[in-house]
């Protein structure tokens, strides 16, 4: 078992901000584990940052077992958390089951479900059965086409009242955490209040008891990322310098020098192992 849990989560609400950041392969998820991060995401974002999709409608259970099994391999302390992506949990309390095994099966720690009282049965039979749960309300990307778009949640007294309840169900259903995104501040510090799970939000404000970050967004990989998310290196023009200069010293040969090969020191040697293999292979 890895040194962060479920338990040890809920626990840390109100003594100690969790930190939780997507990771979608072995390299990136081994960064953030040594690096001290609390929870390593495998993100249905991956659509989106990984296989340059425009949502995440289109990500396939199979998709997120193959990316969790890569990220379990890594990690060895934070707590691995995978997405159940749209349509896998939706269908039946019995397919979302299903799929939820297959997470854990793969290497999950816990899994992530967008929405909140409208899976409450299906939270409560997860749990029951030994899969920690994490909830997620507010905006909820899986359904943006209802919601009108990626839009900052919480303006009306009917949206507040349905991030309420959607965490209060969770709670109840024994969620350990849940997830509030692109939320109000003031609503986000409301439901943080309200309830006794951790809140962990992206773009809900610093009321919270954690937050989280998609990999691509922290280090700068793609030249655009939300409006929420801060970065803190700017990766895109590191590595684009670093190709570009690959690229012209292979052009010009300056790639390789002598650093980075290996030839015979003797060349008569070389010479007369070369003309006997030459003859074995005849004309």
Not at 29 to 58: C, H, P, Q, R, W
């Amino acid at each position: 078992m890895r040194e962060v849990t479920p338990k040890k989560i809920r626990e840390m609400k109100g003594r100690e901000k969790i930190t939780m950041i997507t990771a979608y392969d072995y390299p990136s998820a081994l960064l953030a584990d040594k690096a001290g991060i609390d929870i390593v995401f495998v993100g249905d974002s991956l659509g989106m940052v990984v296989y340059g999709d425009e949502n995440t409608l289109n990500v396939t259970m199979e998709q997120m077992v193959f990316h969790t099994m890569a990220v379990a391999k890594a990690v060895k302390r934070a707590l691995v958390l995978a997405d159940m992506p749209f349509s896998s949990y939706e269908v039946s309390i019995e397919e979302g089951v299903r799929n939820a095994v297959r997470l854990i099966q793969a290497g999950a720690d816990a899994v992530k479900i967008e929405g909140g009282a409208d899976y409450e049965k299906l939270v409560k039979k997860l749990v029951r059965m030994g899969i920690p749960v994490m909830g997620h309300t507010g905006l909820t990307p899986q359904r943006y086409l209802r919601l009108g778009g990626y839009r900052i949640m919480g303006e009306t007294e009917e949206e507040i009242e349905e991030i309420l309840r959607d965490a209060k169900a969770l709670e109840r259903a024994g969620a350990f955490a849940v997830v509030l995104e692109f939320t109000l501040a003031d609503v986000a510090k409301l439901v943080t209040e309200e309830v006794s799970i951790p809140t962990i939000g992206i773009g809900s404000g610093p009321w919270v008891d954690g937050q989280v970050l998609v990999w691509h967004d922290v280090l700068g990989i793609y030249e655009t990322s939300p409006p929420f998310a801060k970065r803190y290196a700017n990766l895109n023009g590191v590595i684009l310098k670093a190709l570009q200069d690959y690229n012209r010293e292979v052009k010009t040969g300056e790639f390789p020098s002598g650093e980075h090969y290996w030839e015979y020191q003797d060349k008569e040697d070389f010479g007369k192992k070369a003309k006997s293999a030459l003859k074995r292979l005849g004309p």
